[in-house]
């Protein structure tokens, strides 16, 4: 089955922050990822990741999505992390600079065989040029029959950046091939995308055109380090009225009687045709979702 659940908006938090870590859950943002990784000095990781542990374990994240991001499997961290995350069960385990399938079935192999861990989902970040250069291959081994539990993309454009020596501008030109890239690669496995961070996040107008950008390249949602940036990315990424309006119309100008045998239609002077009631029905179904999520009484503080 198609995941729709609604990732507008990922706010990463240092897992050594504990101010940020409390602020979390009380911000309107569909994702939390607790970072041990690169926001994390290496002189205090160990003590992050107690923190990051006890503070998913408490729960009390009403409907947002928990997720836990590790160091890199090539480095000394990763072990300790990764048991962690057993003892935490966040809903995924975001991993890393992954550079190859192997690094998948590292993590996965920490979760196989224990029905605690059954909720817990894979996430990998792509952020290194190897990672990039095999992307496709790493997503399409989701379909093979040993199978892994990877769900999602997310893309990080700050390492890649640094790695490869690119200088963007505000169209960000140089990155948009392999947001494209990155893209297709998890489409045709099935996965779901985040793009990368804005750094200037006082910049309120260029992070709205970045995640405009994003949308159009076809990424489902924003990866963002700072409160002030979650109500842009949900706004951006969530169906504007518009389109729910539209999502609308597509599915009831099919289910009229005198259009019942018809494959393809003209509505509001556009052709319309049958492929496009699924992506009215997605629409829907995100839209509802988000509709939902507000709904959701939040839990008491403890
Ligand atoms: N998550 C949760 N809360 C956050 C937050 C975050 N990422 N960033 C800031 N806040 C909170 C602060 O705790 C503060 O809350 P308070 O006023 O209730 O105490 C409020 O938002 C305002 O913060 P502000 O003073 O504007 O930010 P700052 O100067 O302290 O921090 C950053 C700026 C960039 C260092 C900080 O936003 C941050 O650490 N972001 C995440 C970085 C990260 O995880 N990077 C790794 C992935 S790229
Ligand atoms: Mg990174």
């Not at 935490?88 to 690094?103: F, G, I, Q, W, Y």
């Not at 019942?260 to 509505?267: R, S």
Request: hydrophobic residues 40%; negative net charge.
């Amino acid at each position: 089955m198609q995941d729709t659940r609604p990732r507008r908006s990922a706010l990463y938090m240092p897992g050594s922050n504990s101010r940020a870590l409390e602020k979390g859950k009380t911000l309107p943002v569909d994702t939390l990822i607790f970072d041990l990784e690169d926001s994390v000095a290496d002189e205090v990781k160990e003590k992050a990741r107690d923190q990051v542990v006890e503070t998913i374990r408490k729960r009390g994240f009403g409907h947002r999505e928990v997720v836990m991001r590790v160091n890199a499997a090539r480095t000394a961290f990763f072990e300790e992390d990764m048991t962690a995350a057993v003892a935490a069960r966040p809903d995924a385990v975001l991993l890393s600079k992954v550079e190859s399938t192997a690094e998948i079935y590292a993590a996965e192999r920490h979760l196989r065989g224990r029905p605690e861990t059954q909720g817990i989902s894979l996430w990998a970040m792509v952020e290194t040029a190897r990672g990039l250069i095999d992307i496709d291959e790493i997503a399409a081994s989701v379909k093979k029959p040993e199978g892994h539990r990877l769900r999602g993309l997310v893309l990080g454009t700050n390492d890649i950046i640094r790695e490869t020596r690119v200088k963007p501008g505000p169209d960000r030109l140089p990155v948009l091939a392999w947001v494209s890239r990155a893209v297709l690669a998890a489409r045709a496995s099935g996965l779901f995308i985040l793009d990368g961070v804005y750094n200037e996040f006082t910049d309120l107008e260029g992070f709205e055109a970045e995640c405009a950008q994003g949308r159009a390249f076809g990424i489902d949602g924003k990866t963002v380090i700072h409160p002030c940036q979650v109500e842009i990315a949900n706004r951006l990424y969530g169906p504007s009225p518009e389109e729910i309006a539209d999502a609308k119309a597509v599915i009831a100008a099919f289910e009229k009687p005198e259009n019942h045998d018809k494959g393809v239609l003209a509505l509001n002077g556009r052709m319309i045709e049958r492929m496009h009631i699924e992506m009215a029905k997605r629409t829907l179904d995100i839209a509802g979702q988000i509709r939902a999520q507000s709904m959701t009484p939040e839990p008491a503080p403890i």
